[in-house]
């Protein structure tokens, strides 16, 4: 696809520390990426933290200069970068990387190239349900995603189902943020190895509202607390339009959540709240730090019985595990059988894509197996 068929493209990094030093900045070069030949009029911003990952914020447009690239200067960080760089559809709807192009950060005289490579990563098995699937419990709209086992337009089996956040980290290299889960991948596996068949829905963050959504309750630095909203999403108007289109399992024991980081944390909420539909959910390295009423939400007090899945690595925050220990502590007190949650430490395990992609396996087979 030409860049021309782009109104806008987005230079979006990751930030490897958060140590600050106002004094310092970088020059970003967007022309190592596209000639002026191809970019015609259109514009390059700089998607990241600093602006919270919003696009076409005119504060973070790249100048173009007299000999023709592209830079913006950034004032407030002394930290080389890892970063992503993205292409937007006209109607916003849809972004896919630019990729086999080298970029180059400048800081200090020093010169980082990294390249990506252009091929996406999904199997047969993946297909994407729509790319702007209304949500009217937030009025906005998200790219939802679905893996069918091999054989299901051959059968009239009927599948369990598998909610999944981050959609754009499971299945495809070139939309994820850091480095894909390959949930596909995995699932093909184990179902040829034996393992059950499930169907696997992938619910792409919102972005800048990303931590709105996977938050129940609000945080006083980060905000927060539209999680209410977005699991009655996936209760309401995302599992009956899955049921009512695809051959599945709709019996809450044939349903589950699944989650990481913020994800984890909306995804315990979401099976608390609902434990009518959901019997099963994975936690992984849930940001339970964000909020302390998480202790203390009434869907406790419901006794459907449910199981739960932590997974955390030894390697992550000082108060990840504690958390989770403390989260426990709770379900005991509020009667929860033992047996119905458990936590899977992982060594060395870090906060990551890379974790909770290498711990996708043991979840899949305690879901459906």
């Known amino acids: 696809m030409s860049l021309t068929s782009f109104k806008y493209i987005s230079i979006v990094f990751l930030l490897i520390s958060l140590n600050i030093d106002c004094n310092s900045q970088i020059v970003f070069d967007g022309s190592t990426i596209i000639s002026n030949s191809t970019i015609n009029n259109d514009t390059l911003f700089l998607s990241s933290k600093l602006n919270n990952f919003e696009s076409r914020n005119n504060t973070y447009a790249l100048v173009k200069g007299e000999s023709g690239e592209y830079k913006l200067k950034v004032i407030d960080s002394k930290n080389l970068f890892d970063f992503k760089v993205d292409e937007n559809l006209l109607d916003s709807t849809y972004s896919n990387r630019i990729n086999n192009y080298y970029y180059n950060i400048y800081k200090e005289e020093t010169t980082k190239d990294i390249i990506y490579t252009e091929k996406g990563t999904t199997t047969s098995s993946v297909s994407i349900i729509d790319t702007a699937f209304f949500m009217p419990q937030l009025n906005r709209t998200r790219r939802v995603w679905i893996y069918l086992p091999e054989g299901y337009s051959m059968s009239k089996e009927k599948y369990p189902v598998i909610y999944m956040h981050d959609g754009q980290n499971l299945f495809d290299n070139s939309t994820s943020f850091a480095g894909e889960w390959k949930v596909d991948e995995t699932a093909d596996s184990l179902i040829k190895s034996g393992s059950k068949k499930a169907i696997i829905v992938g619910i792409d963050n919102g972005g800048k509202n990303r931590i709105n959504e996977y938050t129940p309750f609000p945080n006083k630095e980060y905000g927060g607390g539209e999680g209410s909203k977005y699991i009655n999403f996936i209760a309401k108007t995302l599992k009956p339009f899955i049921d009512n289109n695809y051959r599945t399992l709709k019996d809450r024991d044939n349903t589950s959540i699944m989650g990481s980081s913020l994800g984890g944390l909306i995804s315990f909420y979401g099976i608390m709240k609902y434990k ?69 430490i992982i060594e060395n395990g870090k906060h990551n894509e890379n974790l909770w992609g290498s711990q996708f396996s043991n979840a899949y087979k305690w879901i459906v197996d």
Do not use: C, H
Not at 277 to 296: H, L, N, Q
Not at 315 to 328: Q, V
């Open 276 to 344: 009518s539909i959901f019997s099963k959910a994975v936690i992984m390295s849930p940001s339970f730090w964000f909020s302390d009423k998480i202790y203390f939400i009434p869907g406790y007090q419901i006794r459907n019985e449910i199981e739960i899945l932590f997974v955390a690595g030894d390697n992550e925050s000082d108060t990840m595990i504690p958390n989770i220990n403390k989260m426990t502590e709770k379900l005991s007190k509020m009667k929860y059988p033992k047996g119905s949650y458990k936590l899977n």
